[in-house]
């Protein structure tokens, strides 16, 4: 019995420690969309989510047979708001995906180089879809124009190179952090991959308007390293000037 509660506390501590991970790594994922960070990675979540719920349900099975009271009522609230926790994060994680829009950038079979979407310009494309999935079909020079403004809800995002005949061919590599000149990355000219989406804004436009932006990089690894030019986006609006959009009030 002694070795029973032992193993009880055990598992109860390990719940615990758990589903602090957990807290902190949502507290860090906050900070990260507080200040627009490029990348947030979740797949800590994905780990410690399914370890949590595993220790908890085991914690309250296992304190029906303790004989202590107090070991019994404490084990079982511990592991009680545990389960709660985690299960508000399932819930809460179901809800962001069901009730997020599905992105998808289409791009000419065979681009390489910067992909920008502008948002805000009066003479831009109107996106057809609906709050539930909307399609960018990126033009030859890698520059969409968009007329509404840049969409703050969450987004399931999705690459792909849109062939000749229609087809679609999905771009699944992706490669949020440096990628660094090793002989094997610059003999990679074969995958292809997204590299580094972020968003950005401008305000110094002509008339005093402002725009924000969507970029990221596509292309293989050998592309990037070695042939890659950036799009000088300022130089294209000088060229290409955006017609501000009227503000809604």
């Known amino acids: 019995?002694?070795?029973?509660?032992?193993?009880?506390?055990?598992v109860t501590a390990a719940s615990i420690a758990v589903a602090s991970l957990l807290l902190f790594v949502l507290y860090?994922?906050?900070?990260a969309l507080a200040v627009l960070a490029p990348v947030i990675s979740g797949w800590p979540i994905y780990i410690l989510l399914p370890i949590g719920l595993g220790l908890s349900i085991t914690g309250l099975l296992w304190t029906k047979d303790v004989a202590s009271r107090f070991s019994r009522y404490s084990t079982y609230a511990a592991n009680g708001c545990t389960l709660a926790f985690e299960l508000l994060i399932v819930v809460g994680?179901?809800?962001?995906?069901?009730g997020s829009t599905r992105e998808?950038?289409?791009m000419p079979d065979g681009y390489k180089g910067d992909v920008y979407v502008v948002y805000?310009?009066?003479?831009?494309?109107?996106?057809s879809g609906t709050r539930w999935k909307v399609t960018y079909r990126i033009p030859k020079d890698g520059v969409l124009r968009v007329h509404g403004p840049m969409p703050r809800?969450?987004?399931?995002?999705?690459?792909y190179y849109q062939l000749e005949t229609g087809d679609l061919r999905r771009i699944r590599n992706f490669w949020p952090t440096t990628i660094h000149p090793t002989p094997e990355n610059l003999s990679n000219d074969t995958d292809v991959g997204v590299f580094f989406p972020r968003t950005g804004s401008s305000t110094n436009l002509p008339?005093?308007?402002s725009m924000e932006y969507q970029l990221f990089y596509v292309g293989t690894k050998a592309h990037l390293l070695t042939k890659y030019k950036p799009l000088n986006i300022s130089r294209y609006l000088g060229e290409h000037p955006v017609d501000c959009a009227p503000r809604s009030r």
Do not use: H, P, Q, V
Request: charged fraction near 25%; charge should be positive.
């Open 1 to 10: 019995m002694e070795a029973r509660l032992k193993r009880l506390w055990i």
């Open 93 to 98: 994680l179901a809800a962001m995906y069901f």
């Open 28 to 31: 860090s994922m906050m900070r």
């Open 153 to 159: 809800n969450w987004t399931r995002t999705e690459y």
């Open 120 to 127: 805000g310009a009066a003479d831009g494309e109107r996106l």
């Open 207 to 209: 008339g005093g308007c």
């Open 104 to 106: 998808r950038f289409l």
